[in-house]
């Protein structure tokens, strides 16, 4: 499982760092080309969260005292994926205003308030994505120890009912042999006067 998982890791690092460098170049490239970079990358970018559903998956499938170290992993990935997609929509944003502006004769002054308000938009959205994520996150990993929990208490349970089971036995034996004794001591009780009987004759 775990050498899925490093493979997973391993396309998703290549990929993340030709999104990168994408993104660095959208800006310095001429409008035909910008918009077919756009348009690689937004491919990039749903192959990159299709591996992170794979890559959460494993996780999930590992034993719980082994899921720590790789649950790190999986949160700096995805905060690598918020950050590559935060400014993946800033380049996408200026390269919209660009064309607004070579489409109107814009002079872009205009444009700087309503590109600063999407921003600001923007990173509130993402904010609340994570925290939704973080909340996510936290009740999987409650579901999963309270599953736990029941499993425990489903095996404590059939060690009771074994010791229950062994008592009601002891018990039974026990008053088995009660009724043994019990039999022997009353035979017992009758033969005596019968041998007190005997040696009084034989002594006369």
């Known amino acids: 499982m775990s050498s899925d998982f490093e493979g997973y890791e391993q396309d998703f690092a290549v ?13 310095r490239l001429p409008p035909d080309e910008k918009k077919q970079m756009v348009g690689h990358v937004e491919k990039q970018l749903e192959e990159a969260k299709e591996l992170l559903e794979q ?19 999986m949160r700096s990935y995805k905060q690598e994926m918020g950050k590559l997609e ?29 590109r600063a308000h999407l921003l600001d938009n923007t990173e509130r959205l993402e904010r609340s994505s994570r925290r939704l994520e973080a909340g996510y996150q ?22 009771i009912q074994r010791a229950r089971e062994r008592l009601r036995e002891t018990d039974a034996n026990l008053g088995k042999s009660s009724r043994v004794l019990t039999g022997m001591l009353r035979r017992g009780t009758h033969l005596l006067p019968c041998s007190c009987v005997i040696l009084l004759t034989s002594a006369f």
């Open 55 to 73: 890559m959460d998956l494993e996780v999930r499938e590992i034993p719980p005292q082994s899921r720590g170290m790789y649950s790190n992993r």
């Open 15 to 27: 990929l993340t760092a030709e999104i990168t460098s994408k993104i660095a170049r959208v800006p």
């Open 138 to 159: 936290i009740a999987v990993e409650t579901e999963q120890i309270g599953q736990e929990m029941l499993e425990n208490l489903s095996h404590d349970r059939e060690k």
């Open 86 to 114: 935060t400014d993946f929509k800033r380049s996408r944003i200026a390269y919209s205003d660009e064309v607004r502006n070579e489409l109107l004769g814009d002079d872009g002054n205009s444009s700087e308030n309503q």
